[in-house]
Nanobody, 124 residues
Framework: QVQLVESGGGLVQAGGSLRLSCTASGRTFSRYTIAWFRQAPGKEREFVAGTIWSGGNAYSADSVKGRFTISRDNAKNTVYLQMNSLKPEDTAVYSC?????????????????WGQGTQVTVSS
């Protein structure tokens, strides 16, 4: 059973930074994709950024390119989302997700495992 636990959310002013962490457990993840999604109030959940656990390219949504960076520490089984230059429109619940395939990184419906989410609030 895969378990994902997020941390690092909080309240920050516009222009500030936060780093989210997602720690995975339950199996080896060499052929897994790990991604971050977010859901703002009244909106659908959307893809933010994703990466292949064993290495390779990282992917991010156009809305966060140049501001958010996804990275991983395989020794700690942890994936990070560094968020810089935050905007009020980045306010959302951020969740990490995992799946045992390394294609369709941005497709929400293909993810089998989800964390509980962490709230990020950006004040103007």
């Amino acid at each position: 059973q895969v378990q994902l636990v997020e941390s690092g959310g909080g309240l920050v002013q516009a222009g500030g930074s936060l780093r989210l962490s997602c720690t995975a457990s339950g199996r080896t993840f060499s052929r897994y994709t790990i991604a971050w999604f977010r859901q703002a109030p009244g909106k659908e959940r959307e893809f933010v950024a994703g990466t292949i656990w064993s290495g390779g390219n990282a992917y991010s949504a156009d809305s966060v390119k140049g501001r958010f960076t996804i990275s991983r520490d395989n020794a700690k089984n942890t994936v990070y989302l560094q968020m810089n230059s935050l905007k009020p429109e980045d306010t959302a619940v951020y969740s990490c997700a995992a799946k045992p395939e390394i294609i369709r990184v941005g497709v929400l419906s293909t993810y089998a495992y989800w964390g509980q989410g962490t709230q990020v609030t950006v004040s103007s």
